[in-house]
């Protein structure tokens, strides 16, 4: 039995509500892999807490993860959280330097990173000052850094979890409490520290939910970074609040990998950048009209390029697995011109707007909503207040004023 209840809008209610309602359902995996069952998931979130708890890691301490998605990357998130300590996640692709300046600044007791990302912590070896966990179980290299592969590590949890006859007791974790601290390039030097709760998180990824129709236990394949916020409470926790299966792709999406992962897996949502589509809409549309004189003639009025994209769109539809439901799009603005497409070939795609700051979503879609025209971000979420503030006369361009339960502590 675990013991420190949680109430209210805790990932850890979170967490539990899922795991004890869905608990034989696939939970998380690598795509084209087997994935956990949410009872799976959810013994090694519990076991992995206690022996971090055991390790020292105490509420409000800071735990960093530093590594590509893996279901491994989600359980230490989740396992730091349940003890009311503080993760933080580091974008695996920022320079070195700033990598430094993080752990140096948040004091990390414990580090999660990866063989491909472990390089940019040699120097800071001496300063850690706790355990350096592989979330892939690499072995390190005799005399530079010691490091514990994952699964031991865990495997040696879940054993003393099992073999205790005494109930766990976890720190009681508030939803006004700091789960995250994450860094966004700021506009001049390091990037800066931002924190978000429980409850800036959960309750944007509550919010985010009513944008779509969401399909219990249905596939959501991941292929943008878990330590950005868009992908973490979109694309992790809201999947797991109705008890579907995250598949992570665990490679570059290019247009191919995407293809072959889409055949395998039939996603029910991908939530993606306007690169991703821009590549596919320049390489694989483009090239079908303009090889063929005649659909470009038929292109150049509206009734036939309608109807050429209408037909291009289910074949877009068929590389992505023919199960798509939604394509969630943000981080950037998409282009309109691939935009008009999407909405003629009846694609089913989301834009929204947000930033770190409101953990993330600010603004999207409804899905299907016909009002929302193109180039437009979308209505703001629900318990979301905008305001845009000083517009200027001709352009309607101002400061965005953000107010809400998803914006951020400080």
Known sequence: ???????????????????????????????????????????????????????????????????????????????????????????????????????KEMQVKILFTTQKLIEKVYELSRELKGPVITLDDYEGTSGVISVTPFTR???????????????????????????????????????????????????????????????????????????????????????????????????????????????????????????????????????QIEKSRLLSLICKTNIGRKFIYRRIGKKLLKFFGGNLALMGIGGAALNPEVERFLSEAGFPYLIGYGMTESSPLVAGGPSGDKTIAIGSTGKPLSGVDVKIVEPDSETGIGEIYVCGANVMKG
């Open 1 to 103: 039995m675990v013991l420190g209840a949680e109430v209210g809008l805790t990932l850890n209610y979170v967490i539990d509500s899922s795991c004890s309602k869905f608990k034989n359902r696939h939970a998380i995996g690598m795509a084209m892999e087997e994935p956990l069952t949410y009872k799976v998931f959810y013994e090694r979130i519990v076991a992995l807490a206690a022996r971090l708890r055991d390790e020292g890691v105490e509420k409000g301490d800071h735990v960093a993860i530093l590594g590509e998605n893996s279901p491994n990357w989600g359980i230490a998130y989740l396992a730091i959280v349940r003890l009311g300590a503080i993760a933080v996640p580091i974008l695996p692709d920022l320079p070195e330097s700033d990598v430094h300046h993080i752990l």
């Open 153 to 287: 590590y865990l495997n040696e949890a879940v054993i003393a979890l099992r073999s205790s006859s005494e109930d766990l007791v976890f720190p009681v974790v508030e939803e006004d409490d700091i789960a995250s601290i994450l860094y966004t390039s700021g506009t001049s030097g390091f990037s800066k520290a931002v924190m978000l709760s429980h409850k800036n998180l959960t309750s944007n990824a509550y919010a985010a939910s009513s944008l779509m129709e969401v399909e219990s236990g249905a596939t959501w394949l991941s292929i943008l970074p878990m330590s950005h916020t868009y992908e973490f409470t979109c694309g992790f926790i809201l999947p797991l609040l109705y008890g579907c299966r995250i598949a992570y792709a665990g490679k570059t999406p290019t247009p191919a990998i995407l293809q072959k992962l889409c055949s395998h897996e039939h996603p029910y949502v991908i939530f993606a950048v306007p690169l991703v589509l821009e590549k596919i809409y320049k390489k694989r549309v483009l090239p």
